[in-house]
C-alpha cells in the first residue's frame, strides 16, 4: 500500500533497526520503544488488522509465530520471556493500519497492560 509506512519500510524506502526477516516476515524495533526490548513484527503483505485475516494467510500466521520465536533466542529472551500485545482499531489505540504484533521484553509486567 502506497502510504503505508510499514509497507515503505519493507520497501526499504524507510530505514529500520532491523532484527529479523523471513519470506513472509519482517520485525524490526519500535522508534519508541515502550519496554527495554520493543520488537514490532509485521508480515509483508498489508493486511490492516487482525480482522483482515483469512484461511488464505495461514502460512503468514505461521511465519510470524516463527518469527517470534527466533526473535526470542536471538535476543535471548527465551528464558525470562516477554508479552506480545497487538492493538485493533480506534479502540484498540491501532496507529499504524498494517497488522503487528509488539514483542515487549526485558523487564517484568505486572498486571498493567503494558
Ligand atoms: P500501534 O499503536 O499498535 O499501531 O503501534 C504502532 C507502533 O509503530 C508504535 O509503537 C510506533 O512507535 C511504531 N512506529 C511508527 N513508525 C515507526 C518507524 N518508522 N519505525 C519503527 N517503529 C515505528
Redesign the pocket.
Known amino acids: 500500500m502506497e502510504d503505508c509506512?510499514?509497507c515503505k519500510?519493507i520497501n526499504k524506502e524507510?530505514k529500520?533497526?532491523l532484527v529479523y526477516e523471513n519470506e513472509n516476515v519482517i520485525a524490526?524495533?519500535?522508534?519508541?520503544?515502550?519496554a527495554p526490548i520493543?520488537v514490532?513484527i509485521i508480515p509483508k503483505k498489508h493486511i490492516e488488522t487482525v480482522l483482515d485475516l483469512n484461511t488464505e494467510d495461514k502460512e503468514i500466521i505461521a511465519d510470524i509465530y516463527k518469527a517470534i520465536k527466533e526473535i526470542a533466542k536471538k535476543l535471548n529472551i527465551d528464558e525470562q520471556g516477554f508479552r506480545l500485545?497487538?492493538?485493533c482499531k480506534e479502540y484498540?489505540?491501532?496507529?499504524?493500519?498494517h497488522l503487528?504484533i509488539?514483542l515487549l521484553a526485558g523487564k517484568k509486567f505486572g498486571e498493567n497492560i503494558i
Request: hydrophobic share 40%; charged share 15%; glycine share 8%.
Open positions: 509506512i510499514f519500510i524507510i529500520t533497526d524490526f524495533n519500535d522508534i519508541n520503544p515502550k520493543h514490532l500485545i497487538t492493538n484498540g489505540g491501532q496507529e499504524v493500519m503487528h509488539h
